[in-house]
Structure formats: structure tokens, C-alpha cells
């Protein structure tokens, strides 16, 4: 997620069958809970609403009641939002009687021994995060998230699910993520009031609430990379050059896939929300982020490269808290620095690889990181694993005591790629240490341990990375840029008063030119 410059974080669903897997391309099994999803457009005296119907099956035998919650926070961002504030009308099918409230985000429907019961509830029009729309349902457009909609049965998030969009008439059909693997859509079927019902199967609940869905008013522009679809979903206001917008985007799926070695999805969906609130949220395939005008190119693309390398960093390679996820209690971990701020770092080298920024478009900007940071007190007071383990603390998803773990987590990135480099000889960097990560912790494996990044570190380059990262990470002494910089062949100057600049060094050895190489342009 990302407010400003970069914006990123959001989770990843896990196959029931594998416990912490990736979705597949199809489900076999009838689900036994079944969700259904209204949206009721505004009109010129009342704003949008939507209906939200589960139905649940396979209800154990003496089974008396079920619990059904929403969550209080969403994956990627840091703050509890608590969702059940905007749904009401919280009822039992078919019954008279409403259904237990025990707390704001928890309801309890009685099953009557049947083995089965059904809910309906309605979501308000819901305000935006600060990385994310939330439900915004208009007279000709609805855009979801899952986490702001969906209640889930509770202890069964792990279950497939199917979900039925009902599109109002005259609206386009849905545009959703859930969509990725070919087939898992139903034809949409026409309902006898003009509506157009569209079903999908999503192999957890929490693969469906990680998936953006928006229906009506929008366009579609697509590509393919890596023998995967790609798409852009414009909304919003009139975006005036939607080709540009995908050339940028392809460029940076191109430069991820060189990157990563691969693609790890069926295909992808940027759902482009023009002049829209709240900022940007990665999900497994896919992101949505608002767009305004002034962005330009340059802007744009490192915004997507954030959101696009998240794909990865958070959504597959993630701390072990991060998946299967308890949504009504905030997970925490001291990572949050790698997950976000490296994946600020990688944006940055990505939108360089794809072009987007040249070499010195990229070292102004680094050099701007590296002044707001010596212009950052909390520096002093605040260790990244701090400001990353109390980020729920701050309110504003960012980090705690005033430490963003953006800014300080990209710029560890750059010493620990460019000191692994160095005691490498250009073998093994950030690049490396991504696909390392990705083949020992991405799903069905487990998440990454709180040390794991520290042991990984280790395994690519000796017993002595311990304390170097140690220092980065647990210490608030002043980070190594300088000396990092100089192993590359470049110098940092100036100051934070006058602003930092970095520039090669027309004296850099042979053995610091090929490590700038492998840096800036790969091997």
C-alpha cells in the first residue's frame, strides 16, 4: 500500500486444501457457503446501498448457531477500521427474528437444527481508507472491497466460497480479480428483473476478499506478458490516454518478470480509479490505486511498480503472521520495514529497468530519500523493527513514533543490496535474496519467521551480515549509505540542510563498476 510517492500492503489468500496455498484454476466441490452480492445504485435522493445474502451448508449436527463477523482491519493497511460500523439489517432468512449482536463486528444466527441457515445484511456506502476505496456504490458504478463487505463465517475462512454478482440492469458485468483463472466464471444469467447474474468460485474466503471487484461503468484495456493477460480496469473520471497508462504499466510488468525470474498468477487486473480517494492496495492479482492528473508518467509508474512488486513482496513473501489471517485481532510483526519499504526500494529499480526513470531521474530521487530521512528525528529514537511492530500504534499506516518504515525500510534495502553485491563480487543481491525468499517461504509454504530475513541474509553471505543487519534494523545508529554507495562507485554529498546529490566517481575500480552494473541493470 502506499499514501503519497508509493503505496502498498494487503495479504494473500491460501488454498483449503493446502492451508497456506496460492488459489488454483478451478474447484471441483460444490462450496457450502454462498455468498451473494447486491448492489442497489443511487438515485437523486438516496445514495447506493448493497445486499449482501450467505448462505451456509454442511452445518455440523447439533450445531446451534453460527457466528458471522466482519473484519476490523484490512490486509495492507495497518489501522483497525472496524467494518461492521456501516451494516445494518443484520437478519436470518426467512425468519422474524434478528440475530444475536454480541459486539459491533460479530452476529450469531440460530440454525433451528436444520443444518443450515442463510443471512442477508446490508453495507452502507462506506468512506475510503487511506490506502483504499471501500464501498462505493454510485448510480451507474459500485466499487468493493472484500473486507469492507463480506462478513465471514467464523473458523471457516479457509473453506471455498462462491459468490454471485448481481449487476443492475444496464450495468456492465463485474470486473474482478476473482476472474483470474479461466473458468472460474459462470455465464451470466438474465433474472426477471433485467439483472444480470454473474458467479464465481474463490477457493477461500480469504482469496475473496482480496479480490476488488467493480461493476458498471468502466473500460478495459489488456495485454499479455509472460503468455499471461494482463488488464487495466479505467473507472472514475475520463482518463485522457489510457494507451500510455498501459505502455507504462507493460513496461513494469516486463521489468518484474525479468526481476523475479517469473510470474506467479494466472493474470492481473490495475484497477485505475481516476480522481478517486484513498491511495493505493496491492492484492494477490491485482492492486487498485487512485489516479489524479498531476501524477504524469513518471509518478504513475512508480506508483504501479510499488503496488505490481507487492505481488510478491507481502502477498507471496510475507512474515508468518501475515497468512492465514485473523481478522478481528491486528497481526504484528517487526518486518513491516521489508515488506513495505523494501518493496519501495525494488519499485525504484524496477521503473529504472523498464525505463520510466532514467539514471538520473533515479539518483535525485534516491538522494531526496536519503535528506528526508536526516531531516526525520525519530531516526534516533525509533529502530525500523520498532516503528514496523507498532505501527498499529500510529493510526496512519505508516509506522510508529514518527519513523516511517517506507522511507527507512527503502533505504536498508539499498545498503543490504549493494553490501551483498559487494561480498558477492556481484553474484548475489536484493534480486537473489527476493527469489531466494520466494522459493522457501511463498505459499503452501509458511511465511518467513521474525528472524527469517536476518538468516536469509546470512545464507547468502556469510556470519558476518548478522550484525550488518542487526545495525540496519535494531539500532538506531546512522545508516552505512555513504560507505554502500562507494562500493558501487558513487558518492553521496551534501548535506541535510542543503539537500543530498549522487554521482558516480570518475575513479571507481573495475570491481565497483560491475557492481553498479549488476545493481542498476541486472546480470
Wanted: aromatic share 10%; glycine share 12%.
Amino acid at each position: 500500500m502506499m499514501p503519497a510517492r508509493g503505496m502498498a500492503f494487503a495479504m494473500v489468500g491460501f488454498v483449503t486444501a493446502m492451508a497456506h496455498g496460492i488459489w488454483h484454476d478451478g474447484i471441483d466441490a460444490a462450496p457450502s457457503i454462498r455468498y451473494t452480492l447486491t448492489p442497489i445504485p443511487a438515485t437523486a435522493d438516496r445514495e447506493g446501498l448493497t445486499r449482501v445474502r450467505i448462505a451456509v451448508d454442511g452445518i455440523p449436527e447439533g450445531t446451534a448457531s453460527v457466528r458471522f463477523q466482519m473484519p476490523v482491519w484490512t490486509p495492507g493497511e495497518y489501522r483497525v477500521q472496524n467494518h461492521g460500523r456501516y451494516v445494518r439489517r443484520f437478519g436470518t432468512v426467512g425468519s422474524a427474528a434478528p440475530c444475536e449482536h454480541p459486539d459491533p463486528h460479530t452476529w450469531v444466527a440460530k440454525t433451528n437444527g436444520t443444518g443450515k441457515v442463510a443471512v442477508e445484511y446490508e453495507v452502507l456506502n462506506a468512506p475510503p481508507s487511506i490506502f483504499t476505496e471501500n464501498v462505493d456504490v454510485r448510480s451507474r458504478r459500485a466499487f468493493y472491497n472484500g473486507t469492507a463487505t463480506f462478513a465471514f463465517v467464523s473458523g471457516r475462512t479457509m473453506e471455498p466460497v462462491s459468490l454471485a454478482i448481481s449487476a443492475p440492469p444496464g450495468w456492465r458485468g463485474p470486473i474482478t480479480t476473482l476472474a483470474a483463472a479461466p473458468g472460474v466464471g459462470s455465464p451470466p444469467e438474465a433474472q426477471a428483473d433485467g439483472r444480470l447474474t454473474t458467479t464465481y468460485r474463490a477457493a477461500t474466503y480469504e482469496e475473496m476478499a482480496d479480490s476488488p471487484i467493480l461493476i458498471g461503468e468502466a473500460s478495459h484495456r489488456t495485454f499479455t506478458e509472460g503468455g499471461k493477460p494482463h488488464s487495466i480496469a479505467f473507472f472514475g473520471r475520463r482518463v485522457a490516454e489510457p494507451a500510455a497508462h498501459l505502455d507504462t504499466f507493460r513496461a513494469i510488468v516486463r521489468a518484474g518478470r525479468e526481476y523475479m525470474g517469473s510470474l506467479p498468477y494466472n493474470n492481473y487486473t490495475l484497477f485505475l480509479d481516476s480522481g478517486g480517494r484513498g491511495g493505493g492496495l496491492e492484492h494477490a492479482n491485482g492492486a487498485r490505486i487512485a489516479w489524479t492528473e498531476w501524477m504524469g508518467r513518471l509518478r504513475f509508474g512508480r506508483f504501479v511498480a510499488h503496488e505490481y512488486f507487492h505481488l510478491w513482496n507481502v502477498k507471496r513473501i510475507r512474515p508468518a503472521v501475515l497468512g492465514p489471517f485473523d481478522y478481528t485481532t491486528p497481526p504484528k510483526t517487526r518486518n513491516l520495514w521489508f515488506c513495505e519499504g523494501v518493496t519501495e526500494y525494488v519499485a525504484g529499480i524496477l521503473s529504472l529497468r523498464a525505463g520510466i526513470l532514467n539514471e538520473e531521474t533515479y539518483f535525485r530521487d534516491l538522494a531526496q530519500t536519503v535528506t528526508t530521512l536526516a531531516n526525520t528525528p525519530a531516526r534516533r529514537t525509533v529502530t525500523a523493527e520498532e516503528a514496523s511492530l507498532r505501527i498499529w500504534e500510529d493510526g496512519r499506516s505508516t509506522g510508529y513514533g514518527g519513523l516511517s518504515v517506507y522511507l527507512k525500510g527503502e533505504l536498508i534495502g539499498l545498503c543490504l543490496d549493494l553490501e551483498l553485491l559487494r561480498r558477492t563480487g556481484g553474484r548475489f543481491g536484493m534480486r537473489e535474496l527476493m527469489r531466494d525468499l520466494m522459493d522457501r517461504h511463498a505459499p503452501p509454504r509458511p511465511g518467513y519467521p521474525e528472524d527469517g530475513l536476518r538468516h536469509a541474509v546470512i545464507r547468502a553471505a556469510g556470519e558476518t551480515m548478522g550484525p550488518f543487519y542487526d545495525r540496519l534494523c535494531r539500532t538506531t545508529d546512522e545508516l552505512p549509505i555513504a560507505e554502500c554507495l562507494h562500493s558501487a562507485g558513487f558518492a553521496l554529498g551534501g548535506d541535510a540542510i542543503r539537500g543530498h546529490w549522487i554521482s558516480r566517481d570518475p575513479g571507481a575500480s573495475a570491481g565497483a563498476k560491475r557492481i553498479a552494473e549488476a545493481w542498476l541493470f541486472g546480470r
